[in-house]
């Protein structure tokens, strides 16, 4: 079955320490990857995506995320976060298919101390 | 100019009630989702309709209805509402293409 797993569930850091978040997915064909940001009360918000190419993608607000074809994941990470950063993060994979349906993972709540 | 918009944004009803949550959505997307957030935020797709047709039904209980009067809008109407359904639903759009999904600010559904 197609699955999207995240092992950090809950991550704290201190400001200016560098983030690295899993995530990986079980299905070997074609897919498009995400990653969204959800701030406190708030709704999902896109940080970067993968469709093809480059396989190092950047995003917004510094975040970047690497995909890793051979080791089905997509990890997303930060050089240095900042108490802003706080917020539940979700790994999300398109798989191939005409569905076109976006499967996410469990979430990984970071929390930054000042 | 919000591009998802969802109301009401908080619901607060009674077990057994009828309700209904509306999402329209303006950018010209042909395919429109719902999701429900549970308590541990966890996401779950229950419906997708691309071009008001339905082609996602994930395992959700018959109370839940869908409507799709056209492409800028999905309504989901829940009959003989349950606790357990007390959750954050989000509605989503995108384009069948781009594969990129936006989504709604969510409605925070309490059942009490």
């Known amino acids: 079955a197609q699955s999207v797993s995240q092992h950090n569930h809950h991550v704290i850091l201190s400001e200016a320490a560098s983030l690295e978040l899993g995530c990986n997915y079980s299905?070997?064909?074609?897919?498009?990857l995400f990653w969204y940001v959800q701030y406190p009360g708030q709704h999902l918000q896109l940080l970067l995506k993968?469709?093809?190419?480059?396989?190092l993608v950047k995003g917004i607000k510094g975040f970047e995320a690497e995909f890793i074809k051979s080791k089905f994941s997509f990890n997303l990470r930060k050089p240095s976060v900042q108490w802003s950063d706080t917020a539940e993060y979700f790994c999300?994979?398109?798989?191939?298919?005409?569905?076109?349906?976006?499967?996410f993972g469990t979430g990984t709540l970071l929390a930054v101390q000042p | 100019d919000t591009a998802v918009s969802q109301t009401p944004k908080y619901l607060v009803t009674q077990m057994g009630n009828d309700k209904s949550i509306k999402c329209e959505q303006n950018?010209?997307?042909?395919?429109m989702y719902w999701y429900k957030q549970d308590s541990k935020k966890f996401l779950k797709i229950m419906f997708s309709?691309?071009?008001?047709?339905?082609?996602i039904n994930e395992t959700v209980p018959n109370r839940f209805s869908p409507k799709s009067p056209d492409k800028a809008h999905l309504n989901l109407h829940i009959n003989s509402l349950e606790l357990g359904d007390s959750a954050v639903y989000f509605c989503?759009?995108?384009?069948?293409?781009?594969?990129?999904?936006?989504f709604g600010q969510g409605t925070r559904l309490t059942v009490v």
């Open positions: 993968y469709f093809s190419g480059d396989p």
């Open positions: 309709y691309n071009n008001k047709e339905l082609i």
């Open positions: 299905y070997g064909g074609t897919v498009n």
């Open positions: 989503a759009s995108s384009q069948l293409s781009s594969r990129e999904a936006f």
């Open positions: 999300a994979v398109k798989f191939g298919g005409a569905t076109n349906k976006l499967i």
């Open positions: 950018l010209g997307h042909d395919t």
